[in-house]
């Protein structure tokens, strides 16, 4: 069974979580009480059910509605009166009209345990609104990402060769804006941190936020929304922000709505980028010429809910502030 699941065109997280399925090892209720970790088997999202894999996957009514909705779309199952193990096999066998149905399949079981996971543990938030709309997208995203990633005998392999980056102070007039987000641990709160500086690199205001429990992109745009809203509420002309999120730059500079389930946070950001009282440009940077904002972020993993602001720079950053204001450069590994 391990060869097949190997062989799944799929990320590799998932099909560790395949694995999981396949050898009942996937933390259900039903899962905890043989193992002595809970006391009940009940499914949470419908108490009088056992939630087994059967259930949790494919007959629990929030299950169904997902694939409800994906049938909808034109994306079905089949096999769908067989039994729990041979429709998780016929749908992962590729027998399908569509060839891709197998990595789209594996996609649907890994978010309807996500999203059993949130509501678990109050983090329904991170459900998006448009479920049929987030599955498709994230279909398309990732079967271009395995897409990229596979080798091609007729393209050039890309080469990484070594470069030194370092922090740069704007142009004259500007001020530059650096956000960053950050997790205490593997599954612990995430936090938001950021530095406002002028033009000769001289610190003008920081901030740090502790947001609980989101999603690592929802820290970043948080992190971005704060430090756009400092920015104005200081008066400033012309703003430089930088982060180190290809993935968040791309979402706050295309007009598609690639990320349903940030839709209000993007949309947020962007209405303040499009101010017309200040000129704005928004860039990448390298994590190693984001430090600062970075240990302002993990500051901001501790405490209680709410923004803390430096009007002087902290203790915990002035190794990295001083690295910048100095010009270090840091070693990094870019592909061509």
């Known amino acids: 069974m391990w060869t097949k699941i190997w062989k799944l065109h799929i990320p590799h997280r998932i099909r560790f979580f395949i694995w999981l399925i396949f050898h009942r090892r996937l933390l259900t209720n039903a899962e905890k009480v043989r193992r002595g970790l809970c006391s009940t088997p009940q499914c949470e999202l419908c108490p009088g059910d056992m939630e087994d894999l059967q259930h949790l996957l494919r007959e629990c009514p929030h299950a169904q509605y997902v694939w409800q909705v994906l049938s909808e779309a034109g994306a079905c199952c089949v096999g769908i009166d067989a ?25 649907t079981l890994w978010y309807i345990w996500k999203w059993r996971c949130a509501h678990s543990h109050n983090a329904i938030a991170d459900i998006p609104t448009d479920i049929g709309e987030f599955l ?36 004259g007039g500007w001020t530059v804006l650096n956000t960053d987000g950050a997790a205490r641990g593997n599954l612990g709160p995430e936090g938001a941190g950021g530095v406002l500086r002028n033009d000769k690199g001289e610190w003008m205001t920081g901030f740090s936020e502790y947001l609980g429990h989101c999603s690592a992109m929802k820290a970043e745009l948080k992190a971005v929304l704060r430090g756009l809203n400092i920015a104005k509420d200081m008066g400033v002309e012309k703003l430089w922000l930088r982060i180190d999120s290809r993935v968040l730059l791309d979402m706050l500079t295309t007009q598609k709505n690639r990320h349903p389930e940030y839709h209000f946070l993007v ?12 000129e704005v440009q928004i860039t990448h940077c390298f994590r190693e010429t984001n430090q600062v ?40 590994r870019i592909r061509n």
């Not at 393209?155 to 704007?170: A, D, G, I, N, Y």
């Not at 949309?267 to 200040?278: A, V």
């Not at 990295?320 to 990094?332: N, T």
Request: negative net charge; contains cysteine.
């Open 83 to 107: 039994d729990f193990p041979c429709w998780m096999q016929h749908n992962l066998d590729g027998s399908h009209v569509d060839p891709t149905w197998p990595t789209k399949f594996a996609i």
């Open 267 to 278: 949309h947020s950001c962007k209405l303040l980028l499009d101010r017309t009282e200040w």
């Open 293 to 332: 904002a970075d240990i302002l972020a993990h500051i901001g993993t501790t405490g209680s809910l709410g923004v803390r602001m430096y009007h002087d720079p902290p203790r915990e950053i002035q190794d990295a502030l001083y690295a910048d204001r100095m010009g270090i450069l840091w070693p990094r």
């Open 136 to 171: 498709l997208f994230k279909f398309q995203e990732v079967l271009q990402a395995l897409e990229k990633g596979s080798p091609d005998a007729g393209q050039p392999r890309s080469v990484l060769t070594e470069q030194w980056v370092c922090w740069e102070p704007p142009m």
